[in-house]
């Protein structure tokens, strides 16, 4: 999704424009451009494709100047040009602006500005917006902006610069992350934390409906009513490798490398030597408990796909009923929802919009909000009462791999502490539970281990158009997620299903040389899926399963079987996933992708 990043101080702004773009290049984007002042008035410069196109662009230009803004663009409304991308201008590039989202009604604010002779030369939303503080402008520009700001509808985080306001910024958020940096006679604004850690580790989160007014000195952040607030500063403590690649050809591999840590992390923080889960951000009491009759696990993509397992978690260990729901849906719905409901959103990134439009629209009705979010201070998080962080580490990789496993340990850890509070389970039933999963960051290294083999085993199949997932009971959310991953990275057109609706129709697909990825974990299932694995193998497919560490009677119907360590059938998808993520990215790798940004695709998507 967009990125935006700006900058004013005593500094030079163009390198901390370009550095900061660079930080946000994992959000996804078609575009980059930046809007500098300079002795010789606004400087716009932007370009279609790579943020080194920019850079090309501007290399022998002279654009010394102490505040700036940057963008990069990820298109909505019109195709990825020059034209198209940010910064956007009022007619005499007087006004510069960048946005990150949608102006929901800038069809009738551009109608309004046409009548009024404005010619516009982008078919974004976001030019409205430049001629709009054009049109407000009157010297002041925190007045124009937020004139301008009250009839724009929509979700956005925007930055504006004036040339005739050459000390001063202005940015808004209202639904799309906007953060600020504070520096010694700088300050900053971006999406995102990475852009500027670079330059400092102090930084305000803005809330939704704040606007901000930067000078080098200065950061005033004003609420809705336009009342001056006073924010915390928080402290950034992770380090700037943690966004590097640190010797790995992609951030993707990196980040499935990083999954014993993340999951060890994730688990070790919340337990005593007891094995006492102590979930910190996490409140719900035993009376709490009590009130709750039903729980909604609302999120989107993969998270969604974590929330299943997390359905699966409650329901088995904490008899609670569990419905999983993808939030674009859930929110439109209008489903039931009381306050004896238990809402949990799961978002690595904790900006999502639909997830935090659903989160919105299930406090209105009165539930009590748990999250599950990878993302410290995120949207999610500040609006959540008792909120789970995952401790994966920034994750960069467009396609989530250790958010992904680290949700399902955040999933687990919930489901068990809520069986153990309402006596669902006793301390030695969970406790039994909690030492398997402390053998996981082993588990999941030996997986890790075997990456070689599913190299070649991708190499020999990166060609293959027709790829298939498919599973029983657990594994079936496990085969959703392995389907996405491959889509998501390979664009081969793979489908995931439950093993027991093949013979309901989908089985028609199946022909010679379809490629079956099997999952074969679940014990009471095995004999079923065994049968089912025999029916497409009858249909010419090349059946590779995945099973546990002895279970050798899936060989006799395979070609090939990828095991994983022997653990509970119940937490299977932790280990299970990492085959198929390596999977994914060997065979994105051989057709030659953008691995870690998948066309079309963005990181965080902060618009509908
Ligand atoms: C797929 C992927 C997406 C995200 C989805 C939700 O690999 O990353 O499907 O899971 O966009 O994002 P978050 O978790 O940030 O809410």
């Known amino acids: 999704m967009c990125g935006i990043v700006g900058y004013i101080g005593n500094n030079e702004s163009v390198p901390v424009l370009l550095e900061g773009l660079s930080k946000l290049e994992y959000r996804g984007y078609d575009s980059a451009g930046i809007a500098v002042m300079t002795n010789e008035g606004m400087k716009v410069r932007k370009f279609k494709g790579r943020l080194k196109n920019l850079e090309e662009g501007i290399k022998h230009e002279n654009m010394v100047s102490s505040i700036g803004i940057g963008h990069t663009r990820w298109a909505t409304?019109?195709?990825?040009?020059?034209?198209?991308?940010?910064?956007?201008?009022?007619?005499?590039?007087?006004?510069?602006?960048?946005?990150?989202?949608?102006?929901?009604?800038?069809?009738?604010?551009?109608?309004?500005?046409?009548?009024?002779?404005?010619?516009?030369?982008?078919?974004?939303?976001?030019?409205?917006?430049?001629?709009?503080?054009?049109?407000?402008?009157?010297?002041?520009?925190?007045?124009?902006?937020?004139?301008?700001?009250?009839?724009?509808?929509?979700?956005?985080?925007?930055?504006?610069?004036?040339?005739?306001?050459?000390?001063?910024?202005?940015?808004?958020?209202?639904?799309?992350?906007?953060?600020?940096?504070?520096?010694?006679?700088?300050?900053?604004?971006?999406?995102?934390?990475?852009?500027?850690?670079?330059?400092?580790?102090?930084?305000?989160?803005?809330?939704?409906?704040?606007?901000?007014?930067?000078?080098?000195?200065?950061?005033?952040?004003?609420?809705?009513?336009?009342?001056?607030?006073?924010?915390?500063?928080?402290?950034?403590?992770?380090?700037?490798?943690?966004?590097?690649?640190?010797?790995?050809?992609?951030?993707?591999?990196?980040?499935?490398?990083?999954?014993?840590?993340?999951?060890?992390?994730?688990?070790?923080?919340?337990?005593?030597?007891?094995?006492?889960?102590?979930?910190?951000?996490?409140?719900?009491?035993?009376?709490?408990?009590?009130?709750?009759?039903?729980?909604?696990?609302?999120?989107?993509?993969?998270?969604?796909?974590?929330?299943?397992?997390?359905?699966?978690?409650?329901?088995?260990?904490?008899?609670?009923?569990?419905?999983?729901?993808?939030?674009?849906?859930?929110?439109?719905?209008?489903?039931?929802?009381?306050?004896?409901?238990?809402?949990?959103?799961?978002?690595?990134?904790?900006?999502?919009?639909?997830?935090?439009?659903?989160?919105?629209?299930?406090?209105?009705?009165?539930?009590?909000?748990?999250?599950?979010?990878?993302?410290?201070?995120?949207?999610?998080?500040?609006?959540?009462?008792?909120?789970?962080?995952?401790?994966?580490?920034?994750?960069?990789?467009?396609?989530?791999?250790?958010?992904?496993?680290?949700?399902l340990v955040a999933m687990y850890l919930i489901a068990l502490r809520m069986a153990e509070e309402s006596g669902k389970m006793t301390h030695e039933e969970v406790s039994k539970v909690i030492e398997e999963l402390k053998t996981f960051p082993e588990k999941l290294e030996k997986i890790l281990e075997n990456k070689d083999f599913i190299q070649k085993f991708a190499d020999s199949q990166f060609n293959n158009e027709r790829i298939v997932f498919m599973g029983r009971g657990l594994d079936v959310s496990v085969a959703h997620e392995s389907s996405l991953k491959l889509k998501e990275i390979s664009y081969i057109n793979s489908f995931s299903i439950a093993a027991g609706e093949l013979k309901h129709g989908t089985i028609a697909l199946i022909e010679e040389g379809t490629l079956i990825l099997a999952l074969a974990t679940q014990q009471k299932l095995f004999d079923k899926m065994l049968s089912n694995i025999k029916e497409v193998k009858a249909r010419g497919a090349h059946v590779v399963s995945i099973a546990k560490e002895g279970d050798t009677a899936v060989e006799k119907v395979s070609d090939e079987v990828i095991y994983i360590p022997e653990t509970m059938d119940e937490l299977t998808p932790i280990l299970s996933v990492v085959p198929m993520q390596l999977f994914a990215y060997y065979v994105s790798l051989a057709r030659g992708n953008d691995v870690d940004k998948p066309r079309n695709l963005a990181k965080s998507v902060t618009v509908e």
């Open 77 to 407: 409304h019109g195709e990825p040009s020059d034209v198209n991308a940010h910064p956007h201008t009022n007619i005499n590039a007087s006004i510069a602006v960048i946005h990150n989202g949608i102006i929901e009604n800038y069809m009738e604010i551009k109608e309004y500005l046409i009548e009024k002779g404005i010619e516009f030369k982008s078919e974004t939303d976001t030019e409205v917006i430049a001629h709009l503080v054009d049109e407000y402008y009157e010297g002041n520009l925190l007045e124009a902006v937020n004139k301008a700001v009250d009839r724009m509808e929509g979700a956005y985080a925007i930055a504006v610069i004036a040339k005739d306001s050459p000390d001063e910024m202005v940015a808004v958020r209202k639904d799309s992350p906007l953060i600020v940096g504070l520096g010694e006679g700088e300050n900053f604004i971006a999406s995102d934390i990475p852009a500027l850690l670079k330059y400092t580790r102090d930084v305000l989160l803005i809330e939704n409906e704040e606007t901000v007014h930067l000078t080098k000195d200065k950061v005033v952040i004003y609420d809705d009513l336009g009342r001056e607030v006073n924010r915390d500063i928080f402290k950034v403590t992770w380090d700037v490798e943690a966004a590097e690649k640190d010797g790995y050809e992609h951030f993707t591999i990196k980040e499935i490398h990083e999954q014993p840590k993340g999951v060890k992390e994730t688990l070790l923080r919340r337990l005593d030597k007891d094995n006492n889960i102590n979930l910190d951000g996490i409140k719900l009491t035993k009376e709490d408990l009590d009130g709750i009759n039903k729980v909604y696990i609302v999120a989107c993509g993969t998270a969604y796909h974590a929330g299943l397992i997390g359905k699966y978690a409650i329901e088995k260990f904490a008899n609670i009923p569990v419905e999983a729901d993808i939030a674009s849906e859930f929110r439109y719905r209008d489903p039931f929802i009381d306050e004896h409901t238990l809402f949990i959103a799961v978002s690595q990134s904790g900006e999502t919009l639909d997830t935090l439009a659903s989160l919105r629209e299930a406090k209105r009705k009165g539930a009590r909000i748990m999250s599950v979010v990878n993302v410290v201070g995120s949207s999610v998080a500040r609006e959540s009462d008792d909120v789970f962080y995952t401790w994966a580490g920034i994750e960069i990789g467009v396609a989530s791999t250790k958010a992904y496993t680290t949700q």
